[in-house]
């Protein structure tokens, strides 16, 4: 089976050669201004990555928003991936992973009073939120996953990176996860390792960061995840509980629709010893089939007390899903998580986003 995944992992690479051939055309084209890039007057901050998959762009989405909510208005802009819409769509309280996506029905769940969009095309996403009424216009926009849409010229771009998978280490696609060349990282202002080990030491820190040649202007952050305590699916149904509240003997089935899922399943088996796990890709969508198959693992343990735990993107298709039995509403729980700075470097990250909004805003203000 290695030779076979060998041989094949070999033959694509002349695929990848004219993938990254394009891409850098494309990204050509942009630096000589022959397509089109289109900057905005209020500031714009980019949340991207260079790999496809999930290397926690979300998280720093809603660190972004609780770092800035107070100060100005805020409104986050996805293309809502997986949704069944088309357009622009803007969230309010009936709208639908189906509808807007699950990331940013997940956005719009846990910040309603944010302004929360999604827009493929997103220079057009932008000048539909700049024509809202002036007393909800956004003051500061916050792209998710845009660092590949070029069309916007963001003021200032975050970068994302998994510990466990480095861009730099990486080959592009379909060999290995790149969208484009680890060298486009020098578009990034701030580039920021997630998911790290608690165990990060600063000379890791170094190692990566001298591996990585960012330059001078470009800073570097590494971040951790904190799971936050049970949520319930339905509030109605079963109260939050505290993640110190599940025994070892405690029975967890574990439901993970998302493109990493080892952090998670690792955290969970910290907690109890029977933890059974159904792994399905990012972005699933739950059918009567998964349905069946959730109820059948469910039958073979041996607690009624059991608990389905999921991802909060997994929550948010879950909670729409008309198949969902009534008896699992009682026991479904999702597992929020939040980024966290490593070596309490969160202040130095706050006031480099917070000095970037304040040059645009400053830049805007003399073009007056």
Request: positive net charge; proline residues 6%; aromatic residues 8%.
């Amino acid at each position: 089976m290695a030779e076979k995944q060998g041989r094949f992992h070999y033959l694509l690479y002349p695929f990848a050669t004219f993938y990254g051939l394009g891409v850098w055309i494309r990204n050509m084209l942009f630096d000589g201004d022959i397509l089109a890039s289109t900057a905005f007057p209020v500031p714009v901050i980019c949340v991207g990555n260079l790999e496809a998959g999930g290397t926690g762009k979300t998280p720093m989405v809603e660190y972004l928003i609780r770092l800035l909510m107070d100060k100005y208005r805020i409104a986050v802009l996805s293309r809502g991936y997986m949704r069944e819409s088309s357009g622009y769509v803007i969230a309010d309280k009936d709208s639908t992973p189906q509808l807007i996506g699950d990331e940013a029905y997940q956005i719009k769940c846990r910040y309603p009073d944010v302004t929360v969009a999604v827009d493929k095309n997103r220079v057009r996403g932008i000048h539909n939120l700049l024509d809202m009424p002036e007393d909800v216009r956004p003051q500061v926009i916050v792209l998710d996953d845009a660092f590949q849409h070029r069309h916007v010229q963001p003021s200032f771009s975050i970068l994302i990176t998994d510990y466990s998978r480095l861009y730099y280490k990486d080959k592009l696609l379909p060999v290995g996860r790149l969208r484009e060349s680890a060298g486009s990282v020098r578009r990034a202002n701030i580039v920021v390792v997630s998911k790290c080990d608690e165990s990060l030491k600063p000379i890791d820190c170094r190692i990566i960061e001298n591996e990585m040649k960012l330059l001078a202007y470009q800073k570097l952050f590494f971040s951790t995840i904190t799971y936050q305590p049970l949520d319930s699916v339905f509030p109605d149904k079963c109260a939050p509980r505290p993640l110190d509240s599940i025994c070892r003997d405690d029975e967890i089935l574990l439901l993970t629709g998302i493109a990493n899922p080892r952090p998670l399943i690792d955290k969970m088996k910290q907690s109890s010893d029977r933890v059974t796990v159904i792994s399905y890709p990012d972005h699933h969508g739950f059918t009567k089939k998964d349905i069946r198959r959730i109820h059948a693992e469910l039958s073979r343990m041996k607690s009624d007390n059991s608990l389905i735990v999921c991802t909060e993107k997994d929550a948010a298709r879950l909670r729409s899903n008309p198949h969902v039995p009534d008896e699992w509403k009682t026991r479904l729980y999702s597992i929020p998580i939040k980024m966290t700075f490593a070596f309490d470097k969160g202040r130095q990250f706050d006031e480099q986003v917070l000095h970037q909004i304040h040059l645009v805003e400053k830049s805007s203000i003399l073009r007056q």
